[in-house]
Antibody, heavy 119, light 110 residues
Framework: QVQLQESGPGLVKPSQTLSLTCTVAGGSAISGNYYWTWIRQPAGKALEWIGRIYKTGSTSYNPSLKSRVTISVDTSTNQFSLTLRSVTAADTAVYYC???????????WGRGTLVTVSS | QSVLTQPPSVSAAPGQMVTISCSGSSSNIGGNYVAWYQQLPGTAPKLLIFDNNERPSGIPDRFSGSKSGTSATLGITGLQTGDEADYYCGTWDSRLSAVVFGGGTKLTVL
């Protein structure tokens, strides 16, 4: 069984950088033939895809966030990370990490972590 | 404004059937596989359907998916109160080179 767990600060100040890590356990973990994805959801709103990374480091990003986002992977620790720069209140959301089965569907999800952007 | 269009809400009585539509374009639904997710209140989304009409292990056959052209549909039969949730469609968009989601549909089981 694959398990994902998000970790990182729950509060970030405006204009600063949001950093989250997702730890993957089970299955073939990060080394398997999957993409590893970040998705967010503001309260009461729809899911928003942030981007994904393959074990080789190859990435794809949401065009609307691309200038501020970096996703990286560390296969030695079975972790992948999200960095979102210059945050504003509009970046306040629950952030999920998930596994992507190579055809755009996410079959395993973390529980999500709430990140609030506020001074 | 979501790339994929879903009705904001649907409702039906217990035991009945309901369908939820998801409309897109040739760059997303028209040329790629569609997935459906169920999100119960306060929880992470759960994959219900992938590759247009495939169910992951453990998902009952009350849930079904179909695709025609640039639209997709999720069907739920034998509605239960436990099916009350938000449902999202998602797919790859070849023009954006990104995964896109619908705005979500709230299912109420009356």
């Amino acid at each position: 069984q694959v398990q994902l767990q998000e970790s990182g600060p729950g509060l970030v100040k405006p204009s600063q950088t949001l950093s989250l890590t997702c730890t993957v356990a089970g299955g073939s973990a990060i080394s398997g033939n999957y993409y590893w994805t970040w998705i967010r959801q503001p309260a009461g709103k729809a899911l928003e895809w942030i981007g994904r990374i393959y074990k080789t480091g190859s990435t794809s990003y949401n065009p609307s966030l691309k200038s501020r986002v970096t996703i990286s992977v560390d296969t030695s620790t079975n972790q992948f990370s999200l960095t979102l720069r210059s945050v504003t209140a509009a970046d306040t959301a629950v952030y999920y990490c998930a596994r992507d089965g190579l055809r755009g569907y996410n079959d395993y999800w973390g529980r999500g972590t709430l990140v609030t952007v506020s001074s | 404004q979501s790339v994929l269009t879903q009705p904001p809400s649907v409702s039906a009585a217990p035991g009945q059937m309901v369908t939820i539509s998801c409309s897109g374009s040739s760059s997303n639904i028209g040329g790629n596989y569609v997935a459906w997710y169920q999100q119960l209140p306060g929880t992470a989304p759960k994959l219900l359907i992938f590759d247009n009409n495939e169910r992951p292990s453990g998902i009952p056959d009350r849930f079904s998916g179909s695709k025609s052209g640039t639209s997709a549909t999720l069907g739920i039969t034998g509605l239960q109160t436990g099916d009350e949730a938000d449902y999202y469609c998602g797919t790859w968009d070849s023009r954006l080179s990104a995964v896109v989601f619908g705005g979500g549909t709230k299912l109420t089981v009356l």
